[in-house]
């Protein structure tokens, strides 16, 4: 059975910290993973992977993608509490238009 | 360019019920999909439409329905509602592919 895991499922930090959250895998035909952003609303894009080693960066937000060992990490550096939200880990397989199935999320509080 | 809208953003209905939501896509945009957020699943996948047609179903029972029309936009249905319906339905369009999804801010359902 396809499935996306993601770990911890809550976390707690102080601002400043840096946090990894992680995301592992089983799917056939795996296309893609995605990570999205929570905060009680529409989840919002953070990054796209498709290639194993390659590290996608956006500010203090990282992530790199594991195709062997079917994984993958957000790191989030110099946390703020603005970063409080839960994290979504999805994977696009399949052909045509593609299939999505999304983990079932972290979520991260970040204390003052 | 307008995001994708769903109305209503807030509905109480009691159980035995039945309820339609709308989502409206981006211009241009012709997939339309659906899913179920809760607390203990996460986000899960419904259905997805493209030009008028369901593409993809998931592993929800008959009473959740759907539609497309062919301005695209998207209605679902839910019959005989249950307590355990009560959750975050949100719909999300894409023109190439799921990797670029976009999440409209949803439609809290809650089932009294």
């Known amino acids: 059975e396809d499935k996306v895991v993601q770990s911890p499922l809550s976390l707690v930090v102080h601002e400043g910290d840096t946090v990894t959250l992680n995301c592992s895998y089983e799917?056939?035909?795996?296309?893609?993973l995605l990570w999205y952003k929570q905060e009680k609303k529409a989840p919002t894009f953070l990054f796209m992977l498709?290639?194993?080693?390659i590290e996608k960066k956006s500010g203090r937000l990282s992530s790199i993608l594991d195709k062997k060992e079917l994984f993958s990490i957000l790191n989030i550096t110099a946390t703020q509490t603005g970063d409080s939200a839960v994290y979504l880990c999805a994977v696009v397989w399949g052909g045509s238009q593609g299939n999505l199935i999304f983990g079932k999320g972290t979520k991260l509080s970040v204390k003052p | 360019k307008a995001g994708v809208t769903q109305t209503p953003r807030y509905l109480i209905k009691t159980r035995g019920q039945q309820v339609t939501l709308s989502c409206s896509p981006i211009?241009?945009?012709?997939?339309v999909s659906w899913y179920q957020q809760t607390p203990g699943q996460g986000l899960q996948f419904l259905f997805e439409y493209f030009s008028e047609t369901q593409r993809n179903k998931g592993n929800f029972p008959g009473r959740f329905s759907g539609r497309q029309f062919s301005n695209s936009r998207s209605e679902m249905n839910v019959s005989t509602l249950e307590l355990g319906d009560s959750a975050l339905y949100l719909c999300?369009?894409?023109?190439?592919?799921?990797?670029?999804?976009?999440f409209g801010p949803g439609t809290r359902l809650l089932v009294l």
């Open positions: 999300a369009s894409s023109s190439t592919g799921k990797e670029t999804q976009y």
């Open positions: 799917v056939t035909n795996f296309r893609s």
């Open positions: 498709t290639s194993s080693g």
């Open positions: 211009s241009g945009h012709r997939s």
